[in-house]
Structure formats: C-alpha cells, structure tokens
C-alpha cells in the first residue's frame, strides 16, 4: 500500500495527493503573482461562504512581503465560517457545477486559476465557486481492507458471473458488489479465466517487440492511422464544407485527433488501437499489416485481445445499469459503437470518415527511470512514469501490468493504494471515467490515479501496460432528457469541459487540434 501520511492534528487540513501539477512550477506562479485576490463561494451542506484569497495557496505561510495564502488558515478560516464538525477536515473539492467531477485537492486551485488568468484581462477577478468534501479525521487511521474480507476493494469478482445472460442471484450479488466497489474504493478487481489471462500476457511479448522495431523506422514508416482520414475539401455528402473546420455533415463530431498506431511521450512509447467499423467498410488488418503471413497474425491476435477487453468492459457497464437503474438499451444502442464484424467478403464503398470505434486500448512500454547509469536512489520520486488523473470515458479495464504500479488516491485515507502489489494474472483493475462520473451524477465518480516513477534493472524488463478505455461516441448525446437547451454530446464535455477546466489535463497552445478522446 501507499505510504499513510503522519497523524495531524484536527486543526490541519490532510495532506493532499502527491505529485500533483506543482504550485512550484515557474509558469503557473509568474501567471498568479501580482494578480487581485481570486473570490472564491464555498458550499457546505447548506451553508455557503464567499472569501478572497490571495493566491498562490501554499502549504507555510509566506514570508512577510511575498503573495500567498496558506491552506491551514484558509481550512481555519472555513471551518469556523461554515461551522464544520468538530474532529472533520476538508479533504478535497469538487466544482460547484460539477458535482460529478472527481474531487481534487485545495492545492490544485492554483493550476485553475492560472488557467484562467492566462486568458483573462489582468484587472479582471475569476470568480470559483466549489462544494466541500468534508471527512473525519479518524478516517486518517483506518487501514485499507485488504485481501479477500467482504469490506476489502481487492476481493475479485468473478467475471463470467457478472457477464452471465441469464439473471441468477450469484450474477445480482457479483454486479452489486462490484458497483460497490466502484462507488467506495474508486475500482474494482475482476477475476477472469487462466485463458483469458493469457491473451494480454501474450500480447505484451509480441507488442514490446513491436514498438522496438517501430522506434527502428523512421517517422515516415511508422504505423499511424486516423478515425477521419479524409482530405480537407473532400465531403463525401456532396455539400459545403468549412476547409478549417473538423466537423462534417456525415459524422459532425469526429475529432482529427483520434487516432491509431505508433506513438510515444517522454515517458513512455505505445501502440494505440480502436475497433475497425463494419459499417464503414474499415478491414482488419489494416492495410500496414497485409504485407507478411507474419504481420496479418499479429493483427489478429490484437483483434482478439482487442475484443477481449471490449467485452469485459460492456459486461461493467451491463452491470452498473443494473444496479444504478440506468437504461441499458440507450446505453449501448446510443452510446457505444456497434460491434459487428465486417464479413470477409465485403467489397463495398468504405467511409472514410468513421473507420475505427470511439473506445481505445493503449499499450504501453514505460522508460526506464533508472536508465543510463542512474540508480533508483538518484530519481526524482515526483517525476512519475504516469502523472495523477482521472480518465475520460466510461469504464477503464486493465489487465495486470508487467511490472506493479498503478495507485489509485483513496480520498478517505489520504494515501495511494497499490492496485497491482497483490494481483496475479487472472486479475484485471477496473475504475470509472469522468463520462460515467458525468451519467451517475457522481454517484460513480473517475478516481486520481497515477503510475510513480518506475525503476528495473535490465531494459528488457520495462513495465508494460494496456488499459482499454470504453467510450461513448463523440455525436452521443449524454443528457437525453434534460431541455435541448441543457444537452451536450460526448464532445461537448470533452472539448468543452474536461480538457479546459480539470487541473491535471494541461493545455497545449502549440496544438491546438482537437485531442484524441
């Protein structure tokens, strides 16, 4: 498990998650100083309560002549203006508008508001208004469940009873517990078969190969594919299109950024894929593989993991429309991509603009932190190999990592929790995204997550991982029976909400293409 923090008293906030976006980074302190008093609303049950804070928000108080507020007065100042209970603590907030949005900690205000300065006028005062997540200190002490007791988030629930057609109590007890788990721990842990298991272990064999030899080619060889490959100007509609928009008339809101193929991050290189689309004619292999017997098995056996985690994924959902009374239907008619198979005969037009599925399997081979003679002392413990964030879509299903490290932030705890340490290979993580966090109204909310920095000994040995990240369609619309007026698409909250207001997606002003949801 995560390390605990040291025991506070009542008067001190718990200490937030580590290695959050820094309040130390140059950029984020030039945009905060010499800026007003950010005014912020703060919610508590049913009282509320308006305060200017002097940003940044820091965790001693600021030498005398310096700008800056720190967060044990800022938690004193709250606790007697909205009466909190004696014994509790602010633990994290939520956005007051958003109140499926994942609970981040007070910290991470600074990175907000420097958002939102950067595109303000300087003379100009963001107004925040955020929900208290408030907790009793005693929570600090209690352990984790661990191993198989019924309170434990690492008791596996067995996958073929949660998928099993035929409803039974055995399949009402597995999807209760796993929702359960979802709901209080922020994953779940399924058990799956020893064949089953043997799919991504396999693929991690073949794929860590691949990516070697793809770093060997040079870009221009390398595998990379879009959703939308049509070329600007071409509008198979047959009507006007806007050249400099990424919105047509056949599909209105496929991004230009999704992608499939070969890509890399300075922590990491990985292989992304997506479901080819029957109905858009979309082969499989794709045209890159058809070159060798070889390469076409490759392919394939990714179809099959491919396929594999996507049905995984749909049974998680099945089973929280289940349990949370969601319609299942508008589920997976509205919101997910068909799954049919193109029939090998095909021989039909192709749609160019829709060719794989919205959902999306990373593999990925992390770098070695204790590369190039540099010992696992000598690391920077805050360079993580993944950084702290929730995900976008619907569920994330992912199989044992080569070598552990996922941690998931245990709000009540104050600490990360190691999903993997105790997991073998039958044992696949499950966890929410901020899409169903969005359809449960937060009953279900995206935990923070993050990957610390990983050391190995030898190069070969590299941790690879590969969560497949189930998604709605960009077109779906998530709020059906809210006004018209109220309603946004997949798209929308992407675009809209996710990628400009959550703290640790960060902008790219040096792209400014639609990212790759």
Known sequence: MGQSPSKSSAARPPTPPPSTPSTSKNGILDVLTGRPPLVCTFYYECQEFTQEIQLPLVYDRPPPGTQGTALMDLELELREKLQLPEGSSIFAVIPADELYSPAYPLVMINIVAARLYAHTEEARVPVLT??????????????????????????????????EKKNSIARTLARRRFVHNLQGFGFARLE?????????????????????????LSKEKRWVDFVD??????????GDENPS?????????????RRVGFSADRNREYMQLRLPIAASGTPWPPAYFQDSDENKEFANEMLTLLELLDDISRDCMR?????LNIDESWVFEELLDDRARLPESFCGLRDKSYQYGSSVLRIYNYRNKAANGKIPAEVDPNDNSCGVHADLGLVTVSPLATVPGL???????MTWSDVEETASTIHFSVFAGETLGLLTHGVISAPLHRVPPICVEAEAERRMSMPYFLRAKPGACLNPKTPASEQITCRDFMEDIVFKKRPWRRENSSNPAPPDY
């Open 130 to 163: 955020y929900v208290l997540v408030v907790r009793h200190m005693g929570l600090l002490k209690q352990p984790l469940p661990m191993g198989n007791a019924y309170e434990s988030p690492f008791f596996a629930v067995n996958a073929a009873t949660l998928a």
């Open 192 to 216: 799956v078969t020893p064949q089953q298991a043997k799919i991504p272990q396999k693929a991690f064999e073949k794929v860590r190969k691949w990516l070697m030899g793809q770093l060997e």
């Open 229 to 238: 490959v049509r070329k600007v100007g071409e509008n198979e509609g047959g």
């Open 245 to 257: 928009d990424s919105l047509f008339t056949s599909h209105p809101v496929i991004s230009r950024g």
């Open 319 to 323: 089973a929280v429309c289940e349990v």
């Open 407 to 413: 941690q998931m932030w245990n709000l009540e705890r």
